[in-house]
């Protein structure tokens, strides 16, 4: 017996489907092995964390509230991954939209609640565009590898957090918290129904519709997958890859930045650590469970909002720990990964005659 691996050439839309759900299914299998070591049943579990995300108004506002973030940075990166650009740094340029946008509450209060957001999206979108930029320069310049320099980056994003909250910035009124002073009633994007639903939802819904519309519709769209695709011949045709990549971590980076911004504007109102619990990261696995399409993005950041939700309610009802629902999302980025490979090629057993 023989196994053969082959290329394929040509995929058809039921099998993708079957591969990804077939992904999805074995990590959530993987995730109850893990449940049970951990000494709970993995359907009470899983029941659990439906219940607390999905059950109710005050879950499903939860949930709302987490997709606006996900959607946001996974936005971010799947800009960046159509190019074929690996941004690993939305955590980080999350991290610095939402640094900015602090510095400009504390440093200029404007009294137009408008013009005051506003500016503070502007900041954080250019914070975190440049913080993304400066790895697309190296990649372009000099071919840098932007999944190490994305990557290290986002630790500097986080200990420069660290260093202001814990530092000069700290509230003197915080009984020694690390977090700085709430922002002024001007500087708070509205919140609807008494939940924690904010503003920031509809800057996830026009991005998405924009992205969609530019990437997949537009001639600048064309440009980046074919300077993804083939550099070269991009560079042939008059299109300028090396442009093309610093302006779209640029715009990936400031994606990011505005949703750091959204978190702090509409949700958190005072800058803390932890306040980025990882959405950078998740947007990763967002992204390629979306194949990249700016809509499905959305909904799948609505699972994964479910799935945050959902193992708060674990951490609670069952004494997890958080770490136990990150267990899980890692089980799926490894299937989906390992699902890649079936996406990509085929294998076939061949028997040889005696």
Sequence with gaps: MRIKIEKRFYITKWQETLIISASIVLAFFSGAVVLHFLGVSPLEAYGMMIKGSLSDFYGISETVAKTIPLTMCSLAVALSFT???????AEGQFVLGALACTALVRHMNIDNPLIMLAAMGILASIA???????????KAKWNVNEIITTLMMNYIAILLLQYFVYGSWRDPTSLGFPMTPLFPEGARLPQFFGTRIHAGI??????AVLIWVVVRKGV???EIRVSGQNPKAADYAGIRSARNVMLVMFISGAISGLAGMAEMAGLHRRLQPGFAIG????????AWLARLHPVTIIFVSFLFGALFVGGENLQIAMRLPLSSVQILQGLILF??????FFRNYRISLTFKKR
């Design 83 to 89: 190019m074929v650009v690996w941004n690993i740094g």
């Design 128 to 138: 975190g565009g440049l913080w993304g930029g400066f790895a697309g320069f190296l």
């Design 202 to 207: 509809f800057f996830a819904l026009v991005l």
């Design 220 to 222: 600048w769209g064309y």
């Design 279 to 286: 959405y950078g990261y998740t947007a990763i696995i967002i």
């Design 335 to 340: 299937f989906l990964l390992g699902g890649e």
